[in-house]
């Protein structure tokens, strides 16, 4: 089909290389503007407009798909579908529904659960123990068209928002194909989704990534993992020159009781309410991730130590 694509992060390169192997006639690709990024904070495109630019594909930045004369050029492609895969924007009617064929989202839960921006990084947070990737006709309410296809995937205990939506990419990006030839041939079947179990996957607030260590052990271990890499949950430890910032990046939630933040042994377990987390892989301010050993050989703390 000739397909128009909409994509902006790494999570969406996966399912456009899935759709150009498969044979689609990708006519353009929008994505969100270049951005600030890296320590640099120069301008840079995002993940799929480098993609796509490297492999010769027409590429379209607009700030905005509700600008007419957007709209009138989208439509102007003449398009059988369109693919969208965390795109980053809201989409109008005449967008959606300019494509012969429809508008089609691929989405990282398991809906109605999860509408929104943020659907990995809550699922973990919850401590689901079951999620998925769906490919959805898009229309106007928020991811509340109907499934065409959908696959389920485990949540370990040990995983990261980060590590989950590999998974769910690779999945996805499969899924995504095989669903397009059922739409191509005429076969696709789409069921609309539960009235009830709806929830949204809100966009992660700053003031969630602080550490609470008064909080239950089970629930910062699910903060750290679902937060994991990005934006990073943290906690402060005392410094020569003040407080120093920490990510936490993979965590154990475990039984030991201590007073809520107060390290417990030499191999960085925290006290917490309920219980206790193990830190297994941390990264300081200006360093990369590191395992909680080689983390300690840098900067010793003790059990009795607080952490902030």
Not at 190 to 201: I, K, L, M, N
Request: charged share 25%; aromatic share 4%.
């Amino acid at each position: 089909m000739r397909l128009a694509f909409l994509g902006t992060p790494e999570f969406a390169v996966i399912s456009l290389a899935a759709v150009l192997e498969a044979g689609h006639e990708v006519a353009c690709v929008y994505t969100q503007p270049p951005a600030p990024r890296g320590r640099g904070r120069k301008l840079a495109p995002s993940p799929v407009h480098a993609f796509a630019e490297s492999k010769g594909l027409a590429v379209r930045t607009p700030t905005s798909m509700r600008e007419p004369e957007v709209a009138q050029a989208f439509e102007a492609l003449a398009l059988d579908a369109a693919v969208v895969v965390a795109f980053g924007q809201i989409l109008p009617r005449e967008v959606i529904e300019a494509p012969a064929r429809g508008t089609f989202n691929l989405h990282a839960s398991l809906l109605p659960r999860w509408r929104g921006a943020a659907p990995i990084q809550r699922a973990i947070m919850a401590g689901d123990k079951i999620t998925g990737i769906q490919v959805m006709r898009l229309t106007e309410g928020l991811d509340e068209g109907p499934i065409l296809a959908e696959e389920r995937l485990r949540i370990d205990a040990l995983d990261t928002a980060g590590a989950l939506q590999g998974r769910l990419g690779s999945a996805g990006a499969q899924l995504l194909v095989r669903t397009l030839a059922a739409i191509a041939s005429g076969t696709a079947v789409e069921t609309p989704q539960s009235a009830e179990g709806v929830t949204y996957a809100k966009k992660i607030r700053p003031k969630e990534a602080r550490i609470l260590w008064s909080k239950p052990a089970a629930a910062i271990d699910r903060q750290i993992r679902g937060l994991s890499p990005h934006p990073g949950a943290w906690f402060e430890v005392p410094g020569e020159r003040g407080p120093v910032r920490v990510k936490a990046l993979l965590s154990r939630a475990e039984d030991a009781d201590g007073v809520p933040g107060e390290i417990l042994d030499e191999a960085l377990l925290v006290g917490a309410a309920g219980g206790s987390v193990r830190l297994l892989e941390v990264q300081r301010e200006g360093r990369g991730p590191q395992a909680a050993a080689e983390f300690l050989r840098g900067f010793p703390l003790r059990p009795g130590d607080m952490l902030g």
